[in-house]
């Protein structure tokens, strides 16, 4: 489980990581992010520790099926919280793929998005 901590809540939250941060798309999802120097510089007041939201529409199914994509995503980005810079802030959007798609799948689609959004313990910076 995701600890409490890490947990993005609140609209204006989200609103602010999905409209001011940069994006990457892969198949399965998109991942928003914010750096903490980027909410500095936007003078919004910052938490200090990477958060992580997600967003799991109708059109990625039912509720018992958003619920056990956004578990799944939780579990996956609970194991990855250290790979991320401390403040940054995500929000991840799962696609109707995701649906189908194995933890595996899912899992691989997020180091692709965080290595190509930079935030990768170790990335030396170039484009994937």
């Known amino acids: 489980m995701l600890p409490a901590s890490a947990r993005l809540t ?3 939250a989200f609103r602010l990581v999905t409209r001011k941060g940069r994006r990457v798309g892969r198949p399965r999802l998109v ?3 914010i750096t903490a120097e980027e909410v500095a ?9 990477t958060r992580v939201g997600f967003v799991v ?3 990625v199914g039912n509720s018992v099926v958003r619920h056990r994509v956004t578990r799944r995503l939780r579990h996956l980005f609970r ?15 799962a696609l109707p793929p995701a649906a ?10 997020i180091d692709s998005a965080l290595r190509r959004l930079r935030l990768a313990v170790g990335d030396s910076g170039g484009a994937q």
């Open 57 to 59: 529409s109708k059109a």
């Open 100 to 109: 189908d798609a194995a933890s595996a799948e899912l899992g691989n689609d």
């Open 10 to 12: 609140g609209s204006d």
């Open 79 to 93: 194991d990855r919280l250290g790979t991320v810079p401390p403040g940054c802030t995500l929000v991840v959007r």
């Open 41 to 49: 510089r936007l003078g919004v007041g910052a938490s200090g520790r």
């Open 31 to 33: 991942v928003h992010v």
